[in-house]
């Protein structure tokens, strides 16, 4: 028996209908959920007196037998069952015979679904805030090693200000520390038990719904029962905050490409991350980058789609909802095939910290300290803006930067320009001068990435 209903039918199920309305196709990967919640179910009843406590035993045998059987590749989950839920159970009365018959007292396929989709969604949330983790402790070695590697920060892709790359990095570091704090959050809302609301009305049976929660690992039972088997917000939430992650691997990426370019030089991937032309023997092109920045979409398209499904539900499950579990499925196993793979690149990738530092001190980066340095010596800042815009001009018909001119040109300009311009618009100074909280200079810096260091370790 393939099938968990069919007594008030006469006819066979059309065979396109089947294929069409199946979905062991893709749930088939929730048999542990699915097998774990049965068993505490089939407990309960038992604690409950619903279910004798030979027929409780006889089933959660079974169940484990049927556990074993497919973790050891001794059984295989085929297509000719409706869905995974009809395939545990159709098993297990075959095993078992008429104990198995009873497991699905007091239960509905439309909160067994909500159970298990919860249980599969919470464990998910565990392994991708883990392995966000992970990618910040290897964005936190890097700004450690790199407090002093100069290089242009930019706005508009112009070069704006000297920076470090540890506090470019450092901008990463917050956005995927927010992510982190997003998966926690989001993981509470999630943490409520379904089981027990039925098929939407809850039951007659004296279910004990606090101590499935508990056993399952909930902090409590889900209240009104129309809403349990109706909820899809908490597969909503993880999905907005793994597009929002996924937005921030993709501005990375997209980064590390324009650093990674012949113009740029300013990073050069490992060959272990990188690949090659078929045509052009020269090229060696940052597709980890480009692959993460594209999959991007399909996380958002993931979102968009669940988005849809569920805007024109009436109460409560409708079979739309079970559109609920590929977009689901493709979101996560997009975010766990990136974030460690992006990990592994940044881990290995060499940072060419000459050319950086070159390039910061091209481009007149130190034009704001240049005018700071006036302000310092009584200029109001707005002249001071205007005298330095003006040797900006007469730089670049030079061909020189500030620093290079002679205390003399400088002087052309304005009069309190003294021997300690020289110091005071050098690279470092301008970069370690910068002390506000959050800033790059050295010892700001330092304060940064100990707190960085401070909370990833409480996140252990
Ligand atoms: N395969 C279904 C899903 O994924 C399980 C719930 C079926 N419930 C029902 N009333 N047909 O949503």
Redesign the pocket.
């Known amino acids: 028996m393939a099938q968990l209903w069919g007594g008030r039918f006469t006819k066979q199920t059309d065979e396109a209908v089947k294929a069409f309305n199946d979905?062991i196709g893709f749930?088939k990967r929730l048999y542990r959920q699915d097998i774990q919640g049965s068993m505490v179910h089939a407990r309960m009843l038992g604690r409950q007196g619903i279910l004798t406590a030979e027929d409780c035993q006889a089933i959660e045998k079974g169940l484990q037998g049927i556990l074993a059987d497919i973790e050891s590749d001794r059984m295989e989950i085929t297509a000719e069952y409706?869905?995974?839920?009809s395939f545990v159970e159709a098993n297990l009365i075959d095993r078992i015979g008429d104990a198995g018959k009873r497991l699905h007292t007091g239960r509905?396929?439309?909160d067994?679904?909500a159970l298990d989709m919860r249980l599969y969604t919470r464990n998910a949330v565990d392994e991708v805030r883990r392995e966000t983790l992970h990618l910040l402790d290897v964005i936190l070695d890097l700004m450690e090693k790199n407090t002093d590697t100069f290089m242009p920060g930019f706005t508009h892709l112009q070069k704006a200000q000297p920076t470090t790359l540890a506090h470019h990095l450092g901008a990463y570091f917050e956005m995927l520390r927010r992510d982190c704090t997003r998966f926690a959050d989001c993981r509470v809302r999630m943490n409520e038990c379904p089981l027990g609301a039925g098929?939407m009305a809850g039951t007659t049976y004296p279910l004990d719904r606090a101590f499935v929660a508990a056993e399952l690992g909930f902090d409590c039972a889900t209240r009104n029962s129309m809403d349990s088997v109706s909820d899809r917000d908490y597969l909503l939430e993880f999905l907005s905050d793994l597009s929002i992650l996924m937005m921030h691997l993709s501005r990375f990426s997209e980064e590390l490409i324009i650093w990674n370019s012949n113009e740029y030089r300013f990073v050069e991937m490992d060959d272990a991350f990188s690949t090659g032309s078929s045509i052009m023997p020269q090229k060696k092109n940052p597709d980890i980058c480009e692959l993460v920045r594209g999959k991007v979409g399909r996380v958002y398209g993931d979102l968009m789609s669940l988005l849809t499904a569920m805007k024109g539900l009436p109460l409560a499950?409708n079979?739309d909802?079970?559109e609920?579990?590929e977009p689901a499925f493709d979101a996560i196993d997009t975010a766990m095939a990136c974030i460690p793979l992006f990990a592994g690149m940044l881990s290995t990738m060499k940072f060419n910290k000459d050319v950086m530092e070159k390039s910061a001190m091209r481009g007149f980066t130190n034009a704001t300290d240049a005018a700071d340095y006036l302000v310092g010596k009584g200029v109001p800042f707005r002249d001071a803006h205007g005298i330095i815009g003006r040797l900006v001009l007469y730089c670049i018909d030079a061909g020189k930067g500030i620093e290079e001119l002679s205390l003399g040109e400088l002087r052309e300009f304005s009069g309190q320009f003294d021997e300690d311009v020289f110091e005071a618009v050098s690279l470092r100074a301008c970069v370690n001068r910068r002390l506000t909280a959050g800033a790059p200079g050295e010892a700001a810096m330092a304060e940064e990435i100990a707190a960085c260091r401070r909370w990833l370790e409480a996140q252990k």
């Not at 409706?82 to 839920?85: A, K, P």
Request: hydrophobic share 20%; aromatic share 6%; proline share 0%.
């Open positions: 979905s749930d409706e869905d995974i839920h509905s396929r439309n067994q679904v098929a499950y079979k909802m079970q609920d579990k």
